[in-house]
């Protein structure tokens, strides 16, 4: 089970921590990855972590704004947001159990969220 939190209302250029919480004792076991959607538009990759932490990935609408992260002690994964856009509305998503090579694919991940919704004011 994952569970996200963390989201809000912020204004342009303000920042937001996003956390999942994953039960169960895999977590270190599942490459996990961020996910978002805007009204009206499909679910689009934001942010992707392999098991370890070794290896991230990001889609190019967020490099060098967003940081994902995860602690296996505390099986917890983490997006930090920076220098937020309007844009950046939508509700997001935390995933897990992707293989490396459809990290960023909704379709290649086994377990969700439930989504927290992100909104970012002009």
């Known amino acids: 089970q994952l569970q996200a939190s963390g989201g809000g209302l912020v204004q342009a250029g303000g920042s937001l921590r996003l956390s999942c919480a994953a039960s169960?004792?895999?977590?270190?076991?599942?490459?996990m990855g961020w996910f978002r959607q805007a009204p009206g538009k499909e679910r689009e990759f934001v942010a992707g972590i392999t098991r370890s932490g070794g290896s991230t990935y990001d889609a190019d609408s967020v490099k060098g704004r967003f940081t994902i992260s995860r602690d296996n002690a505390k099986n917890t994964v983490y997006l930090q947001m920076n220098s937020l856009k309007p844009e950046d509305t939508a509700v997001y998503y935390c995933?897990?159990?992707?293989?490396?090579?459809?990290?960023?694919?909704?379709?290649?991940?086994?377990?969700w969220g439930q989504g927290t919704q992100v909104t970012v004011s002009s």
């Open positions: 169960g004792r895999t977590f270190s076991t599942y490459n």
């Open positions: 995933a897990a159990g992707a293989p490396l090579v459809q990290i960023a694919t909704a379709k290649g991940y086994m377990y």
